[in-house]
């Protein structure tokens, strides 16, 4: 608060109520996925269903939770929030879940659905639990065998 030059009561009187500011914060850390997309159909680095495992099972977003996944550092929080922040983030995994169906290989769509469904459930999980343990080896076993065995399915 001191940074941006406001008081805890300063900041909090821009928000009607708690959930008015879990919801502003969710919907700001929501579609990044959605503009790596973007920005690889102008010009920017590619992305893949391997990449999208390989950048999110990994130690830094492990150990940045406030710079990467909102799903994976605040379902929880999302879960006990209000009705508008919970459509939100509905649709938000609405959206990530078509994101990663369309990475997929063949034009089986209800399969690609499934798989999706597969694909974020275990990003989000294993991210959760390497963050929760406090062994290192352990943490890292979890996301390099989660994303082994994605990267493996894919085909």
């Not at 900041?11 to 929501?30: C, I, M, P």
């Not at 950048?55 to 799903?71: S, V």
């Amino acid at each position: 608060m001191k940074e941006a030059g406001l008081t805890v009561g300063g900041f909090y009187k821009h928000f009607d109520s708690r959930d008015d500011l879990v919801t502003e914060a969710v919907g700001a850390a929501f579609g990044v996925w959605k503009r790596r997309l973007e920005d690889a159909a102008s010009g920017g680095p590619a992305v893949s269903y391997a990449k999208l495992i390989d950048e999110y099972l990994n130690e830094a977003h492990r150990d940045n939770p406030g710079a990467g996944c909102a799903f994976s550092a605040l379902a929880e929080e999302i879960a006990r929030s209000d009705k508008r922040t919970r459509a939100l983030a509905s649709e938000q995994v609405r959206n990530d879940l078509q994101l990663i169906a369309g990475m997929l290989p063949g034009k089986d769509k209800r399969a690609a659905r499934s798989k999706a469904i597969l694909t974020f459930s275990a990003l989000v999980g294993a991210m959760s639990l390497a963050r929760a343990v406090s062994d290192e080896a352990l943490s890292l076993e979890i996301l390099k065998t989660v994303a082994e065995v994605l990267r493996n399915s894919a085909s």
